[in-house]
């Protein structure tokens, strides 16, 4: 089963906005790791913030963390065409294999 | 370009039948994980190895099964081919130490089960 969950399923931007992506989860975490995936091709690990950490930036990526809220935001700053892609939050949990849970991703359209 | 990859892109299998999928994985990542990702959903986690033995497993049953081998490479298979198991394929390594390490991917297998 899926633990995060993106919200919303689907954004469509002109290029040049801002994106904004959330993600809830139902566990206590590690960390929270943001992906993108084009066309359904393998994965591209973006940034990692860890449970005690707050906000974290990377070049145009913003990550913002609420571990009281199990919440996430990615938002990526003056969007370019070729951000267009799937965005897949991904928790690991503090017990077990350190293996990723995803949610379902937003499918983010940037148009030119 | 992550330094993972699987071969091979795509592969087409009747239901009854088995598969075997592999991944190459970086120099010096011990640990390689796998992952079924079905069209429109995020990835899920089938299992993960640690050098060469199974210590994680997802909830998918004894039919999907793995190795690792000594040169970073390892296998997927899928016994007894069902329809629901059409899907992308990705693994993943990493090296072991802390759970913050970054988990690179593989370009995937997309397998189709007729």
């Known amino acids: 089963s899926q633990q995060g969950e993106e919200d919303p399923q689907a954004l469509s931007i002109q290029e040049g906005e801002n994106a904004t992506m959330n993600c809830s989860y139902k566990?206590?975490?590690?960390?929270l790791q943001w992906y993108r995936q084009n066309s359904g091709r393998g994965l591209v690990h973006l940034i990692l913030?860890?449970?005690?950490?707050r906000e974290k930036h990377s070049g145009r990526l913003r990550v913002t963390l609420d571990t009281s809220k199990k919440s996430s935001s990615l938002l990526i700053t003056a969007s370019r065409a070729a951000d267009t892609a799937s965005y897949f939050c991904?928790?690991?949990?503090?017990?077990?294999?350190?293996?990723?849970?995803f949610g379902q991703g937003t499918r983010l359209t940037i148009n030119p | 370009e992550t330094g993972v990859t699987q071969s091979p892109t795509h592969l087409i299998k009747t239901r009854g039948q088995q598969v075997t999928l592999r991944c190459s994985s970086q120099?010096?990542?011990?640990?390689v994980s796998w992952y079924q990702q079905a069209l429109g959903q995020g990835p899920q986690f089938i299992f993960q190895?640690?050098?060469?033995?199974?210590?994680g497993r997802g909830n998918f049953p004894p039919r999907f099964s793995g190795l690792q081998f000594p040169n970073y490479s390892s296998e997927l298979n899928v016994n007894a081919l069902e329809l629901d198991d059409s899907a992308l394929y990705l693994c993943?390594?990493?090296?072991?130490?802390?759970?913050?390490?970054?988990?690179?991917f593989g370009p995937g297998t997309r397998l189709t089960v007729l």
């Open positions: 993943a390594s990493r090296r072991t130490g802390t759970p913050y390490n970054e988990q690179f």
């Open positions: 566990t206590s975490i590690n960390n």
């Open positions: 913030i860890r449970s005690n950490e």
């Open positions: 991904a928790t690991v949990t503090i017990q077990g294999a350190q293996k990723l849970v």
């Open positions: 120099s010096g990542h011990n640990t």
């Open positions: 190895y640690y050098r060469e033995e199974e210590n």
